[in-house]
Structures are given as structure tokens and as C-alpha cells.
């Protein structure tokens, strides 16, 4: 088992930067691929970016070159650094942490929200 909680989400005015965190409690962190959807209203849940233990990341390319996964396995912790936010970037952020064993396994964290407007 393994939970997630995410932080960082807040209200930003455009062009402005937010980095959430989302800390994992459970064991084997590294084996996990770790990442970011985003769900805006009306619209489908959709993948931010996602990264794997010892790769750089993927991202969607409405956020390539805005944003910036990274994650610490020491603290089991998977960050996404935001910047120049959009107001098209306001969604609730949730995090999600995915392996295959003999099928996939998959966590969700509880979802912070981001706002970006002026």
C-alpha cells in the first residue's frame, strides 16, 4: 500500500511560478514511476508529466518548457516545478505513483487545487 499527499497548489497570477510536492508513505518509492494529471472542470483527467527512477522525465506539450518533474527517492518525494503559468493551467493537480507486478498497480494522491488569474 501507499499513500500520497500532495501540497503546494494556490491561487498565482499569470506568469507566476508554483512548485507541489507529493510525499509517499509505503515502501519500494523507486520502483514506482511517479507523475502528475491535471483535471480541470469539464474537461478529462489528463498527464502532466511523469518521470522514472534515473530518467530526466515526459511531459504533455502544453507544459514542455513551463514545468519540471523531479523526484527525491531519499524522501520519497516527487516534485513539479511551475512556471509561467497560464490561466488554461488551472486544474486540480493530482498525483499518482504506477508499477507493473503481474499487473498494474496504481495510487492516487487526494488532488491540490491551482488557480492562475489575475
Known amino acids: 500500500q501507499m499513500q500520497l499527499v500532495e501540497s503546494g497548489g494556490g491561487l498565482v497570477q499569470p506568469g507566476g511560478s508554483l512548485r507541489l510536492s507529493c510525499a509517499a508513505s509505503g515502501s519500494n518509492f523507486r520502483l514506482y514511476v511517479m507523475g502528475w494529471y491535471r483535471q480541470a472542470p469539464g474537461k478529462e483527467r489528463e498527464l502532466v508529466a511523469s518521470i522514472r527512477d534515473g530518467d530526466s522525465g515526459v511531459y504533455a506539450d502544453s507544459v514542455k518548457d513551463r514545468f519540471a518533474i523531479s523526484r527525491d527517492n531519499a524522501r520519497s518525494t516527487v516534485y513539479l516545478e511551475m512556471n509561467n503559468l497560464k490561466p488554461e493551467d488551472t486544474a486540480v493537480y493530482y498525483c499518482?505513483?504506477?508499477?507493473?507486478?503481474?499487473?498494474?498497480?496504481?495510487?492516487w494522491g487526494q488532488g491540490t487545487q491551482v488557480t492562475v488569474s489575475s
Open positions: 499518482i505513483a504506477q508499477r507493473v507486478v503481474v499487473r498494474l498497480i496504481e495510487y
